[in-house]
């Protein structure tokens, strides 16, 4: 499915101004609550729509950006993605130095192109141009026009304040519409809805915001869009390449939806007798879905599909089967017509892997990148991602847990929520039995649990030879050098998915030697964080992923060594998180260090964010503390 929204955003970027004629601009100063925390100020940015027909409208952008320094300077480069309904018709643009001059212009001509994609069909086609300036600050103008053809499914998104360090001065949307037309808007943050004027046989509909100070890119933060104003329209009924829906619900986009697959999910004769092979043993129908998922595992592949209306419908299930690939819409479909052949109802399922939530009082296709497919059993309810069938059956991955999806059903889209797992579950389990040499070398032996998401952070580590399986396990460990010897590992496909690994591990320098003493790294698995900067924080801190680490590592001392120092233990506790380290004397020959970190995903008001600090300077310092050794005289 095409993401829309994605490429609106990477649009919104840029605009123009029309500078043909000048060698010298004059900006008036920009205000010093606008400079605070700012790469780049937009000036001005100016967007209009003008629909002229049912397949046809002209989208008019025009902006004037001031870059203040060099980290402003990505968000003055331009791209544009072109496809089937969109296509880049005009282009200029102009820069002036810091007094107004002139640097240079830019024309349509002057803009790269790129037809790459990582999909085996697309029709898209890519324009921009990098602005290259080596003193600051400077001003980029730059000016486009979209021509809109086949198909409105929505009008554009406007967000003049698109990235994280940059303020706004002014900004406005201006929409005409034929009279008749009722649009859809919806906006956020400080975007005020649209005020409707008439002008003759056209509704013109327009807003603005000015004066939005920058958003700093805080460590933890949420998503930009929650920040910045944003205005959302789409037209109530629409036509898209020769198909006519209605965007006024939920409800009533999904029966458009359904239509796309109308007639895609026959199967050739020729499928028949596999499936009732692959099937003929299994008792009850969650094990029919199993039996499907694992022969679409063996006999597919996802490719990438993305011609015409094809971001949004499938290809039909035939296809996928004669040719052995298909994209997310196709193998899901694909996967719902086998499943339907052995009797078994299903659900096509759309759905948004970056953004977990919907927009449940606005419907548009934008909202969604990817699709999946819902199975609702008697006792169970399975999310199939056919994507990727080597996922274990019945597991919900990462980018879709927790998250709003759309289902496809012939009485309209229905709003779900799919299951998500609790923190504690995300867990990776770490026993190691260290055996220390006095020259600072030894061995360890390495036992790791890794369960659910990181399990899945570790899927694609079975697919590597045993060369890049040792180097893998090497770049994870802060320890230059080692040697990697009786590796073994087994994966648990189940509903909670776990992957067990077991490892020897020689190394030549563990310790570092200094005198008659050494200094041994408490935990060398993990790295914590980096280093947050204490003082006032502006926005609510957001974790997004949650889990849970626990080590139990044991260290045996050379001989002729005895204890020195161990470090304090700690123990501290925040709504966010947990750690804890406990370093235990042994009877003078054996040091063993358990150390447990939970961390709960969620977001949290600022006045936790000292406390966030300080907590990951502890867990930093737990991790990163060492053990002395004193060679006995």
């Known amino acids: 499915m095409k993401n829309f929204c994605f490429f609106v955003l990477f649009l919104f970027k840029f605009s123009i101004v029309d500078t043909a004629a000048q060698e010298k601009v004059i900006l008036p100063a920009i205000a010093d609550s606008l400079k605070a925390n700012a790469y780049s100020v937009v000036r001005e940015n100016r967007l209009q729509f003008i629909y002229e027909s049912d397949v046809s409208g002209l989208h008019k952008e025009k902006l004037v950006l001031t870059v203040l320094n060099e980290k402003g300077t990505e968000s003055a480069n331009f791209i544009y993605t072109s496809d089937t309904f969109r296509e880049l018709v005009k282009f200029n643009g102009a820069i002036y130095d810091s007094s107004g001059n002139l640097i240079r212009k830019?024309?349509?001509?002057?803009?790269?192109?790129?037809?790459?994609?990582?999909?085996?069909?697309s029709d898209s086609k890519t324009y921009y141009y990098e602005s290259t300036v080596a003193s600051y600050p400077y001003t980029i103008v730059y000016e486009w026009d979209v021509k809109y053809k086949k198909g409105i499914i929505a009008f554009p998104v406007f967000i003049p304040q698109c990235n994280f360090n940059q303020s706004l001065e002014n900004a406005s949307f201006q929409l005409v519409l034929p009279n008749t037309m009722d649009p859809i808007f919806k906006t956020k943050g400080e975007m005020l809805m649209p005020k409707k004027s008439q002008d003759g046989k056209s509704s013109v509909y327009e807003t603005m915001v000015s004066n939005c100070t920058a958003i700093e890119n805080e460590p933890f933060t949420d998503a930009l869009s929650s920040f910045v104003p944003i205005l959302y329209s789409v037209p109530r009924q629409f036509s898209y390449d020769k198909t006519r829906g209605d965007m006024s619900d939920w409800k009533t986009f999904g029966l458009w939806q359904y239509g796309l697959l109308t007639g895609r999910d026959i199967l050739p004769e020729t499928i028949r007798p596999i499936l009732t092979e692959i099937s003929k043993n299994c008792q009850t129908d969650r094990e029919k879905v199993k039996a499907v998922y694992d022969y679409l595992a063996k006999t597919s592949r996802y490719v990438s599909i993305q011609l015409g209306i094809g971001g949004l419908q499938p290809m039909p299930a035939?296809?996928?089967?004669?040719?052995?690939?298909?994209?997310?819409?196709?193998?899901?479909?694909?996967?719902?017509?086998?499943?339907?052949?052995?009797?078994?109802?299903?659900?096509?399922?759309?759905?948004n892997t970056v953004n977990p939530r919907l927009i449940h009082d606005f419907a548009s296709a934008n909202q969604m990148n990817h699709v999946i497919l819902q199975v609702p059993l008697e006792k169970d309810t399975l999310w199939l991602e056919c994507t990727n069938p080597q996922l274990p059956f019945g597991y919900i991955h990462r980018s879709i847990a927790g998250h709003d999806a759309l289902l496809i059903k012939n009485t309209g889209g229905e709003v779900c929520c799919l299951p998500s797992y609790p923190d504690t579950l995300n867990k990776e389990s770490l026993f190691v039995n260290i055996e220390l040499a006095g020259d600072g070398g030894g061995s360890m032996d390495v036992k790791q649990n890794s369960e659910l998401y990181q399990y899945e952070a570790l899927t694609g580590?079975?697919?590597?030879?045993?060369?890049?399986?040792?180097?893998?396990?090497?770049?994870?460990?802060?320890?230059?050098?080692?040697?990697?010897?009786?590796?073994?590992?087994?994966?648990?496909?189940?509903?909670?998915?776990?992957?067990?690994?077991?490892?020897?591990?020689?190394?030549?320098?563990?310790?570092?030697?200094?005198?008659?003493?050494?200094?041994?790294?408490?935990?060398?698995?993990?790295?914590?964080?980096?280093?947050?900067?204490?003082?006032?924080?502006?926005?609510?801190?957001?974790?997004?992923y949650g889990y849970a680490d626990s080590d139990t590592i044991s260290f045996n001392l050379p001989d002729g060594y005895s204890i020195e120092a161990l470090p304090k233990s700690i123990d501290i506790e925040q709504p966010f998180g947990r750690f804890i380290s406990i370093l235990k004397n042994e009877g003078g020959k054996r040091i063993t260090v358990i150390q447990k970190l939970q961390i709960n995903s969620g977001r949290y008001d600022t006045e936790f964010y000292s406390a966030f600090v300080n907590f990951w300077s502890e867990v930093n310092k737990g991790y990163a503390n060492k053990i002395i050794l004193k060679k006995m005289e």
């Open 106 to 121: 830019m024309k349509m001509a002057d803009l790269k192109t790129s037809e790459y994609t990582d999909e085996l069909a």
């Open 318 to 351: 035939a296809e996928v089967y004669r040719l052995g690939f298909g994209d997310c819409k196709g193998l899901s479909n694909y996967m719902f017509a086998m499943l339907k052949e052995l009797g078994i109802h299903s659900v096509y399922t759309v759905i």
């Open 461 to 544: 580590f079975v697919n590597l030879d045993l060369e890049k399986k040792k180097e893998f396990i090497r770049r994870g460990i802060d320890l230059t050098q080692g040697s990697i010897s009786n590796l073994t590992y087994s994966e648990l496909k189940s509903d909670l998915p776990v992957m067990q690994m077991n490892y020897r591990l020689d190394y030549d320098k563990y310790s570092s030697k200094t005198g008659s003493r050494l200094f041994v790294p408490v935990n060398i698995f993990r790295r914590g964080v980096k280093t947050l900067s204490a003082g006032k924080r502006n926005h609510p801190l957001y974790i997004s």
